[in-house]
Structures are given as structure tokens and as C-alpha cells.
């Protein structure tokens, strides 16, 4: 596990507009976190460089592009072994359908989040895709009804949420 890394007020207000809106530019930067856009581009290289900001994403809206069924996917391994979670790992990562993989503790082994068109693309995920393969052992779908809150960002320090 890597150790956080210091960070000062500048830093944070910088990381706290750029997850609020991750296309502005360092002089947008710069009137919003109180520096010169000099300055912020120094700072955003060395956060990038120190692996703080890992990349930039547009968020989309997945019901507007036909991926109106949001699902979690519990799955169970067949066997615990490195070999298979590593099938599993590169099945995972080469799914398109598959936004989110973590690995758990408790009944289940994984936990997928995915977006799917609709419940016929759900089957054939399950039914064609995670349920073949040799890796897994157990599949239980949960299908969102109702999304309540999604990821906006990390609830940095000492910022408004």
C-alpha cells in the first residue's frame, strides 16, 4: 500500500475543482483555486507525475446512449487459486459491459458493476460470458431500480462536499 502524499490547501482546492470539472483549463484553474496558471500547471504536473491524478474522464449519461439497465453482479470463484482469479481478472477486464470489478471479502469473491442495454443483453452477459467460463463457479445479478447517488468524486479534506 503506497503512503499518502502531503498535499496544501492549494493542492486540494486544485484536485477539488478538477473533480468538479475536469476540462478546465490552468487559467480556469487559476481564478478558481487563487493562483497564477503557471503555478497550477507546475502543481497539476507534479500530481499527475505522483500518480494523485490518474487520468481525465467525461462523464456520461448511459441511459441517453441506450445503457439503460444498471446491474450488480455477485460472482463466486470455482476454485481459489492465483491462476483462476487471474483468468478472472482478464475476463473482467475485457467486457465491455463491465464498468466496475472489485474483489471482496464475504460470501461472494467479486462484485461487478455493469451497464447493459437491456435485460437480453443482461442473459447473454451472464448466460454467454461470465457463467462459460472455467474461472467462475456462481453468478446472482441484482438489477438497480433506482440509482440514489453516483460517484462524483472523493470527499476530499477540509472542502465543501
Not at 487559467?27 to 478558481?32: F, H, K, P, T
Not at 491462476?83 to 473482467?92: I, S
Not at 464498468?99 to 464475504?106: I, K, R
Request: proline fraction near 4%.
Amino acid at each position: 500500500m503506497q503512503e499518502a502524499i502531503a498535499l496544501d490547501g492549494f493542492d486540494w482546492r486544485l484536485l477539488h475543482a478538477l473533480q468538479g470539472d475536469a476540462s478546465l483549463t490552468n487559467a480556469g484553474l487559476a481564478e478558481r483555486v487563487g493562483l497564477s496558471a503557471s503555478q497550477v500547471s507546475r502543481r497539476r504536473q507534479k500530481l499527475e507525475e505522483a500518480g494523485i491524478i490518474r487520468g481525465y474522464r467525461v462523464d456520461l449519461d448511459g441511459r441517453r446512449l441506450g445503457l439503460g439497465v444498471t446491474v450488480f453482479v455477485h460472482v463466486t470463484l470455482n476454485t481459489h487459486s492465483r491462476d483462476n482469479a487471474r483468468r478472472f481478472r482478464d475476463l473482467v477486464r475485457r467486457t465491455p459491459s463491465v464498468l466496475e470489478g472489485h474483489a471482496l471479502t464475504g460470501e461472494a469473491d467479486y462484485l461487478l458493476k455493469l451497464a447493459v442495454a437491456d435485460l437480453g443483453e443482461l442473459s447473454l452477459v451472464i448466460n454467454d460470458v461470465l457463467l462459460p467460463d472455467p474461472s467462475v463457479a456462481r453468478v446472482r445479478s441484482e438489477i438497480v431500480l433506482e440509482t440514489l447517488k453516483e460517484a462524483a468524486g472523493l470527499p476530499l479534506p477540509g472542502l465543501p462536499a
